[in-house]
């Protein structure tokens, strides 16, 4: 089929190399011209794995091509894919369809016959009905369809994420839409994926809830984690005892400083506004954001509390910066609240990222950059490990402990066993994990 797809971001630019992979003609749009110039060289503008090598084997193929020409692409294009950004709105949190809007405008002023455009990006449950308005106020004589297909890939396995998706949404109203999406799909369903079609309210409304039940995941963990420090219990075991029912499933059950990243907080955030809009409030999605939000500055005092409670003038090594490894995004990084608190407290803090320190420097406050962890760790009183880049499971745990002045490691995604860190000369603090037993709180009714 030929494709068109809007946006050549994280979903535009994965989505786009991966259907031409199944051997669809695509051309992948942007607004960004620098964007697309550095594509049409070779460059990848983000760091995601394998996706040089995909980009690069469907360009020779003549399968993939990269242009900021909308109209000629979406004129020759059977199917019309959108994944353009839908950040949060700054007055209200909601989510912000201007470049959807903008790109539905420009696809429906280029069209001149019947298109089906496929709405990727994660946009509020009645986007498409809008859409369809739109559409039709600017080109009534086209009969543009619109169809959900909510994308749940994720930075760092997006390629795999994508050829082998869990399930395939496709929100509908369209009989002959649905035959083209079965269509796309085709090469991924007669491997084995799982495609759905639901209504495509239902569709643009199931992203969010995936979304937001993995953020509730999360949050719920860390507040058993903490529970686990007062107890004396450990959060890995808890968790590894509640995953193993296959029920709860053991993914999203690691204890750390909460979640960030592109999609979480902006999608939740939106879909409590779409609770409100519609007099159905989210409570437990509200009291998540509010949990998320204290939990990256818990993680901070954490941080104070490992260092006598005082890191003014302490050298602090910040391990992992970006807000999951295998990605260098770094929105909503918990590490932004831990580092902005640290210095603010007057600690003289080194970051070390495998690949997101240039993205680290625009949004953290001045702080100093190291080669390596080793470099990081130079005369440090305290080392953090923020996110859990696999570089850092091999570290040499006796030159770190060597090159450091003190020796508090603040382990926040629970990479390394206590013993370990202890018989490595360091003091142990890590997420939920408690140095000994405690008493139960005991709480006296009042009178
Ligand atoms: P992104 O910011 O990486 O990329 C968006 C791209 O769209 C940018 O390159 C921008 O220049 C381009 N763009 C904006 N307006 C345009 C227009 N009118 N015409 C052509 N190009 C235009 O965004 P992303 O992370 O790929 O996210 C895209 C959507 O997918 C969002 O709704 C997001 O919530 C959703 N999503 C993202 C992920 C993820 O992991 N990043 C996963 C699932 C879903």
Redesign the pocket.
């Known amino acids: 089929m030929q494709v068109a797809v809007?946006?050549?971001?994280?979903?535009?630019l994965v989505s786009g190399a991966c259907l031409a992979d199944l051997g669809h003609t695509v051309v992948c749009?942007?607004?960004?011209a620098g964007?697309i110039e550095a594509l049409e060289r070779g460059i990848i503008p983000?760091y995601e794995p394998g996706l040089e090598e995909l980009v690069s084997r469907n360009d020779e193929a003549g399968r993939l091509r990269f242009t900021t020409d909308?109209s000629a692409a979406v004129a020759d294009a059977e199917l019309v894919l959108i994944?353009?950004?839908?950040p949060a709105r700054r007055s209200d949190g909601h989510a912000d369809l201007t470049?959807v809007r903008?790109?539905v405008r420009?696809i429906a002023s280029a069209v001149a016959r019947p298109t089906i455009v496929v709405v990727?990006?994660?946009?509020p449950v009645g986007t498409g009905d809008d859409l369809e308005q739109i559409a039709a106020a600017i080109n009534p004589q086209a009969g543009i369809t619109f169809v959900s297909n909510?994308?749940?890939?994720?930075?760092g396995s997006?390629i795999k994420d994508f050829m082998f998706p869990d399930r395939i949404i496709v929100g509908v109203e369209d009989e002959a839409a649905r035959a083209r999406m079965a269509e796309l799909y085709a090469p991924l369903v007669s491997g084995g994926a799982r495609i759905i079609f639901t209504s495509r309210r239902t569709a643009e409304l199931t992203?969010y809830a995936a979304n937001a039940f993995l953020a509730l995941k999360i949050s719920f963990i860390n507040e058993i984690a903490d529970l686990c420090e007062h107890v004396g219990g450990n959060v890995k075991d808890v968790a590894h005892g509640i995953g193993l029912d296959s029920r709860i499933g053991l993914q999203f059950l690691n204890a750390g400083p909460g979640f960030g990243?592109?999609?979480f907080p902006?999608?939740i955030q939106a879909l409590v506004k779409t609770g409100h809009d519609y007099g159905s409030p989210l409570r437990l999605i509200e009291t998540t954001i509010t949990v998320n939000e204290q939990r990256k500055r818990a993680m901070a005092r954490k941080i104070l509390r490992a260092c006598g409670n005082s890191v003014w003038g302490k050298r602090i090594a910040v391990l992992g910066l970006t807000f999951k490894p295998d990605t260098d995004?770094m929105r909503e990084a918990p590490s932004i609240t831990i580092v902005q608190t640290l210095v603010d407290n007057g600690a003289v803090v080194r970051g070390y990222d495998p690949v997101g320190m240039e993205q680290a420097k625009e949004v953290l406050p001045p702080i100093e950059y190291a080669g390596d962890p080793y470099e990081a760790v130079e005369g440090a009183d305290a080392v953090v490990l923020v996110t859990e880049w696999n570089e850092f499971r091999t570290l040499d745990l006796d030159r770190i402990r060597q090159a450091m002045r003190g020796r508090a490691f603040i382990d926040l995604r629970n990479v390394f066993d206590q013993s370990v860190l202890e018989a490595a000369g360091f003091s142990y603090h890590g997420v939920g994990i408690a140095k000994r037993r405690a008493g139960p709180v005991i709480v006296e009714a009042a009178a």
Do not use: H, M, N, Q
Not at 83 to 86: I, L, M
Not at 150 to 155: A, G, M, N, T, Y
């Open positions: 809007i946006g050549t971001g994280y979903v535009g749009v942007d607004v960004d964007k983000i909308l994944a353009v950004g839908t470049y903008s790109a420009a990727k990006s994660t946009v909510p994308e749940f890939l994720r930075e997006a992203k990243g592109s999609c902006k999608d995004d």
